[in-house]
């Protein structure tokens, strides 16, 4: 069965990096030198979280039926 997951991805302080977070899977995260490594890393975190969730006998949240979530970039004018 597949699932379809939203994810996060954010640039590591100082540039040198990312990092992904799974917000339907809390405690879900990855990390990547580059955006893809980072999203290629998240594809076998997810599925690991996901066995452990199942290996213990806990829900498997269904993805994007259960996440409102929007990212989105702002521009902030200064306020001089």
Known sequence: MSRRYTVAVHRE??????????????GCFTA??????????????????????????????DGEESEPVKVASLLIPSAA
């Open 13 to 26: 302080e100082g540039g040198e990096g990312y990092y992904v977070t799974v917000p339907a899977l809390p």
């Open 32 to 61: 990547g030198a580059t955006e893809d490594a980072a999203l290629a890393n998240a594809v076998e975190a997810i599925q690991a979280h996901i066995e452990g969730l199942m290996k213990s006998g806990l829900p498997v949240p």
